[in-house]
């Protein structure tokens, strides 16, 4: 159990962040997922494993998602980097994206989830963690319907609005979207189109939820 309750360490941040046991039982299946082969047996070697990473903007997606990668070596895919990296490389997407991302909205499914897609492809690795997707039930159904395949586990940083807010305020990277005006916006996104796909992958027994404490 010490063994266990250690492994969790890289995890958990300064600030203070603890996963809720939503199935006592199964408590720590998500770290077995994440450092033993076990995951791409139970499913017959026919897909990678897949982590969804959920949040609203500012809560620690990106953060604790380097940590994972750190410590336990998946391959990290930021739907948002990937969306950033398409407006730089100025493709035909890149006016729409923008516009969108300064809106705070959401892009459509089409095009995050083909640049998913080509990451994965062009990968060799068997365990993803995708940040920031599906943000919402239109994304998560497209992600299903495109890549024939489902997340093995969500996680999910449940932060109060005031903190991301702040983080986001102070996060410096020089983004067009960190401003108070979107922040609002993507505060509302999040939670008219994103909380129902969290709530999806509860009902559904995938969800690991971190929660915020001082
Ligand atoms: N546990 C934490 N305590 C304090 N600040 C944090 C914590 N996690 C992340 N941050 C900071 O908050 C900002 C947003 O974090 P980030 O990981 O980019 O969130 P997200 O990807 O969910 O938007 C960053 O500046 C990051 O350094
Ligand atoms: O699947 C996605 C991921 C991101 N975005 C857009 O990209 C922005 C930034 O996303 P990111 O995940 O980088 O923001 P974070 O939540 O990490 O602050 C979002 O507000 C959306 O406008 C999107 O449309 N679809
Ligand atoms: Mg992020």
């Known amino acids: 159990m010490w063994r266990r309750a250690a492994s969790l360490s890289p995890f958990i941040s300064s600030s203070g962040s603890l996963i809720r046991n939503h199935q006592t039982a199964y408590n720590f299946k998500i770290w077995e997922s994440?450092?033993?082969?076990?995951?791409?047996?139970?499913?017959?070697?026919?897909?990678?494993?897949?982590?969804f990473v959920l949040g609203g903007p500012g809560s620690g997606k990106g953060t604790q998602c380097a940590k994972i990668v750190k410590n336990y070596g998946l391959t990290h895919l930021s739907a948002g980097e990937l969306l950033r990296r398409e407006i730089a490389s100025n493709s035909e997407y890149g006016t729409t994206i923008l516009n969108t991302i300064k809106e705070g909205k959401i892009v459509p499914s089409e095009v995050t989830v083909s640049l998913i897609q080509k990451e994965m492809e062009s990968s060799d690795s068997k365990k993803f963690l995708i940040d920031g997707f599906p943000r919402s039930e239109e994304n998560r159904a497209a992600?299903?319907?495109i890549m024939g395949a489902e997340p093995d586990i969500v996680l999910f940083f449940d932060c109060?609005?005031?903190e991301m807010v702040n983080r986001v305020l102070n996060r410096n990277e020089g983004r067009v979207d960190d401003n108070i005006d979107t922040v609002r916006k993507?505060?509302?996104?999040?939670?008219?189109?994103n909380l129902p796909v969290i709530n999806?992958?509860?009902?559904?027994?995938?969800?690991?939820t971190v929660i915020f404490f001082f």
Do not use: D, H, N, S
Request: proline residues 7%.
């Open 34 to 51: 994440f450092t033993t082969e076990i995951p791409t047996q139970v499913k017959g070697g026919k897909g990678p494993f897949i982590c």
């Open 143 to 145: 992600f299903e319907r």
């Open 160 to 162: 109060p609005e005031e």
């Open 186 to 193: 993507r505060l509302q996104v999040f939670k008219a189109l």
């Open 200 to 208: 999806y992958y509860a009902r559904r027994g995938k969800l690991y």
